[in-house]
């Protein structure tokens, strides 16, 4: 089986990272490189998960049409949601609203202290037969929601009316890879990789692309993210690279 990780960003003392095996979740300790905690509750394989940027709480997507609140402390799950379809997940930046997008045509907005009375605002999106979603982020801001597909374009919308602001393409992603996109920390830009290991750029406000980054990658880049409060972020294919402004940038 295929063992999926991801940087686990909250408020614990050592390093730790949530790892998806099918469709069971686990905290693993980089510490002591054991794992701490199993989550079981999902029936198919975990798709998308997002940690609560404020606390100890984070919440998994799964090909069962559930999305599961969970805490770090407790292997019992908080909170269950049904939905129609697979679902992506994300909390905004204050971590007291996450999205939903469903059936890769909806995008639901719910309050944690209150979803299970339902959205309370839902965005319906033109649908696209070729490709699905994979991803959902908020700007650090909160005013954007980023899209990511399997196909070869990601969608910006507006974060309050749910308007599509921009769609991105022009890179390669021929074979349905899950390449994950990602806003620089000022929310100003928004980055994706490439199947050809190239990096593109482009300015959120404009939607005009403005750079395209070489790192040698070998293969897709299906990871990419900034790090929150420094310009620095890392690009992974089968192999990781760390970018640096330069002095002529």
Same mark, same amino acid.
């Given at each position: 089986?295929?063992?999926?990780?991801?940087l686990?960003?909250?408020? %614990?003392?050592s390093?730790?990272?949530?790892c998806?095996?099918?469709?069971?979740?686990?905290?693993?300790?980089?510490?002591?490189?054991?794992?701490?905690r199993?989550f079981p509750?999902h +029936?198919?394989?975990?798709?998308?998960?997002s940690?609560?940027?404020?606390?100890?709480?984070?919440?998994?997507?799964?090909l069962?049409?559930? *999305?599961?609140?969970?805490?770090?402390? +407790? @292997?019992?799950?908080?909170?269950?949601?049904?939905?129609?379809?697979? @679902?992506?997940?994300s909390?905004?930046p204050?971590?007291?609203?996450f999205?939903? $997008?469903?059936? +890769?045509?909806?995008? #639901?907005?719910?309050?944690?202290?209150s979803?299970?009375?339902? @959205?309370?605002? %839902?965005?319906?999106?033109?649908?696209?037969? /070729?490709?699905?979603?994979?991803?959902?982020?908020?700007s650090?801001?909160g005013?954007?929601i980023?899209?990511?597909?399997?196909?070869?374009?990601?969608?910006l919308i507006?974060?309050? #009316?749910?308007?599509?602001?921009? %769609?991105?393409?022009?890179?390669?992603n021929?074979?349905? &890879?899950?390449?994950?996109?990602?806003?620089? @920390?000022d929310?100003?830009? *928004?980055?994706?990789g490439s =199947?050809?290991g190239?990096?593109?750029?482009?300015? $959120? =406000? +404009?939607? *005009?692309?403005?750079a &395209?980054?070489? $790192?040698?990658?070998?293969?897709?880049? /299906?990871?990419?993210?900034?790090?929150? #409060?420094?310009? /620095?972020?890392?690009?992974a294919?089968?192999?990781?690279?760390?970018?640096?402004? %330069? *002095?002529?940038?």
């Open positions: 089986m295929k063992l999926q990780s991801k686990l960003l909250n408020n %614990t003392v390093p730790s990272l949530i998806l095996l099918a469709d069971t979740i686990r905290y693993l300790s980089l510490h002591d490189n054991k794992y701490i199993y509750g +029936s198919k394989r975990v798709v998308a998960l940690m609560s940027p404020v606390d100890d709480t984070f919440i998994s997507g799964s069962d049409k559930t *999305i599961r609140l969970w805490d770090l402390r +407790s @292997p019992n799950c908080q909170g269950l949601m049904h939905l129609q379809g697979k @679902p992506v997940c909390f905004d204050e971590g007291l609203i999205a939903a $997008g469903v059936n +890769s045509e909806m995008v #639901k907005l719910y309050d944690l202290r979803f299970d009375k339902g @959205p309370f605002a %839902t965005f319906k999106m033109q649908y696209d037969r /070729t490709c699905e979603w994979t991803g959902l982020k908020f650090n801001d005013k954007l980023l899209i990511s597909t399997n196909g070869s374009f990601i969608r507006d974060a309050f #009316k749910g308007v599509v602001m921009h %769609t991105f393409g022009g890179y390669a021929s074979k349905a &890879v899950t390449l994950e996109a990602s806003f620089t @920390p929310s100003q830009f *928004i980055m994706i =199947e050809d190239k990096i593109h750029v482009w300015n $959120g =406000e +404009s939607g *005009i692309k403005v &395209v980054l070489d $790192g040698k990658h070998t293969g897709p880049i /299906t990871c990419l993210q900034f790090n929150p #409060k420094f310009m /620095t972020f890392a690009s294919c089968s192999n990781m690279a760390f970018w640096l402004p %330069t *002095i002529d940038d």
